[in-house]
């Protein structure tokens, strides 16, 4: 008898998931009775003390690992100076030198510089460097100083991956998913996914950098950036002085700054070890829990499980997350006499009686294991997806191992590699999105374009979108490098149409109308009608309503989709469901396919047709004479000039009727005329 995890439908929505994304797009996963495998084959008889947690990497060691190890090659030690060790070969510092001098290109340097760092990058490559490997990998890739080649690219990141470097390792599987050789991303990904799981917190979710979109729509997203700057939130020297003067909240949240590198900060544990021992003598519980996860890991002082164990404990009279870490003492035997299966479930399931995911997700791997449990995949997919449904991203790695392997779930690579992938985009590598976004509000936009091109390169959606954005907004000011110095408007074009279409790829709907455009009026590549239409049938499919016009119009015209009034029809009207604004467009149009059908070879069906020729050549009229500075200013003057005389005109004519009136009412009565009387 099959044995599911729900008997109907189940919808997943994973929120609270991309570091970089989603605020990019929400992830749904739908779960249908074909999706779940037979579970109850899976469970095991074992008694509920058979189990055992030495065998499970969830529930493994806590060590913390420096970013360095778990990102090798990565760009902070240029970006933040004092966050890395120094170079320990000469390649390498070579390698970091050519990094620096790319950086230094992308502000204000210029193409010479570029090709100076193009020149070191390649040696070090040559001489085997995974991590110069990588970073040519990503020249070719975006054809800085070199040809643009994705046979290249690949080849150089295949090989750097192959030496450890996880950005090439994030490049390679983005590749291969988007080839469908999901075979090969599903590995790589579960890789990287493992690897960020293990950075995250025991008792909770580690907060991250919210993915920040520059833009909304065809703007800036000015709202999001004013955030990001602060303006919305409380500044940091405001929160600081507050801390200073003993607010325990303030303390916590500078602790927390200092802890993740948060709000432009560079990490630093000892500060964060200060500022939660201010908040704690304060009774600030969230520092006590920060301070047991401290303790517990190592980080920022001497790994001592039993003062973990304390801290868990005090915080867990007012935080019900802090059971988690309580648990995962008792499953480990850290900090307490031996390990007690019995004790760290009570302790998970009091967490998850009050909804928190971290209990639920433990629960999971309880059963999915049968550590001090019997064995149940059934229950432990329940578990893990509420935990999912909470956001929590060590459910979503769970969901993605199930269908990697088959257990509990239908194996099923291509959701698997989707799962993992979302949580291997909050490893380490993220952090680029920080200096990235730091470095558009600062105005250097040249930088922040190469970190989100790199990003780019890596998988990450929103990197793709705003890439693409800076390109089409700041054109040659985005400092954009191309094979010979700057980049031509054609190597702009091919840039910002390749980060559009990775973007609509991955569910943006308003890369996927640009695409469209791209094609349908032939902007930086051949005019093609049937992409044209595969791209805003995209855009529909995200509910988009100038996605559903543009189909209907192509409908009604028979460009890229048969023609079919019907269909047409059918398209403009969805339109304006899904938006009220579009309904003057909506209604010109249903006015057209009106006039089509019942005067089909009339001359107004063929004025109709002529408007999206007109129409250009009038805006280019518009915009280079009569929007030129010089005749924009004397037609406004001309414009004021006919306002006054038009009124002064109106006044007299307005005067002189008034004049005539007058002595026709004061004219006297003639002596045969008579006031005729009133009716009785």
Known sequence: MRSFCY????????LLLLPLSTLARPFVLVLTPEDLSDAGAQSSDSAADGGDASDWDEFGDSDTKPDDELDPGSWRPILDPDSGPEPATEDEAVYYSGVAKVIAAASSGGPRVMEEAASEIEAAATAGNPHAQSALGFLYEMGMTKERGKAKAFM???FAADGGNTQSKMALAYTYSRQDMHDKAVVLYAELAEIAVNSFLISKDSPVMEPVRLHNGAEENKDALRKSRGEEDEDFQILEYQAQKGNAAAMYKIGIFYYFGLRGLRRDRAKALSWFLKAV???????????GEMY????????????????LTLASQRLFSAYNGMGYLYVKGYGVEKKNYTKAKEYFEKAADHDEAGGHYNLGVMYLKGVGVKRDVKRACNYFIMAAKEGQPKAFYQLAKMFHTGVGLKKDLRMATALYKLVAERGPWSSLSRWALESYLKGDVGKAFLLYSRMAELGYEVAQSNAAWILDKYGERSMCIGESGFCTDAERLQCVHSLWWQASEQGNEHAALLIGDAYYYGRGTERDFDRAAKAYMHAKSQSNA????????????????PFDLHLAKRYYDEALQHDSSAKLAVTLALMSLWVRKNYASSFLVDMIDSLPEVYPKVEAWVQNVIMEEGNATILTLFSCLLTVLYLRERQRRHAAAAAAAAPEAAQPLLPNEHIPAGPH
Not at 296 to 311: D, M, Q
């Open 296 to 311: 517990a890991r190592g980080a920022g002082v001497e790994r001592n499980y039993t003062k973990a164990l304390e801290w």
């Open 156 to 158: 150089y990141h295949y």
């Open 281 to 291: 003598e304060k009774g600030e519980p969230k520092s006590m829990e920060l301070l």
């Open 7 to 14: 008997p109907l439908l189940v919808v997943i929505a994973l």
């Open 546 to 561: 100038q996605g559903m016009f543009n189909l209907g119009y192509m409908h009604e015209h028979g460009q890229g989709l």
